[in-house]
Nanobody, 119 residues
């Protein structure tokens, strides 16, 4: 199982970026996928979760209304659209696949290597 994130980079405050999470060896359809972030020296926190197939989403309060998690089943890929970015959104962003619709990392079994977003 491999999850590969991409799309991070340096963005101005107020700007937007879209992260991608491409899976191989694992079908994201009808599974739980989450996006997490970890700022330097801080714990890893969930920002968005998705039950693929049904399309049910769940967001952390800090990003609700600014971030959108979505799926492309044909590409076996999940996205995180990030708008109105703030300096406090700066972190390494990880996608993960797991067994529950949750923002808690312990429910996720498979992790990508992360992609850095700097605002």
């Amino acid at each position: 199982v491999q999850l590969v994130e991409s799309g991070g980079g340096l963005v101005q405050p107020g700007g937007s970026v879209r992260l991608s999470c491409a899976a191989s060896g694992y079908t994201l359809m009808n599974n739980y996928v989450g996006w997490f972030r970890q700022a330097s020296g801080k714990e890893r926190l969930g920002v968005a979760a998705l039950l693929t197939g049904a399309g049910d989403t769940y967001y952390a309060n800090s990003v609700r209304g600014r971030f959108t998690i979505s799926q492309n089943n044909a590409k076996n890929t999940v996205y995180l659209e990030m708008n109105s970015l703030k300096p406090e959104d700066t972190a390494m962003y990880y996608c993960a696949a797991g067994r529950a619709w949750s923002l808690r990392p312990l429910y996720y079994n498979y992790w990508g290597q992360g992609t850095q977003v700097t605002v």
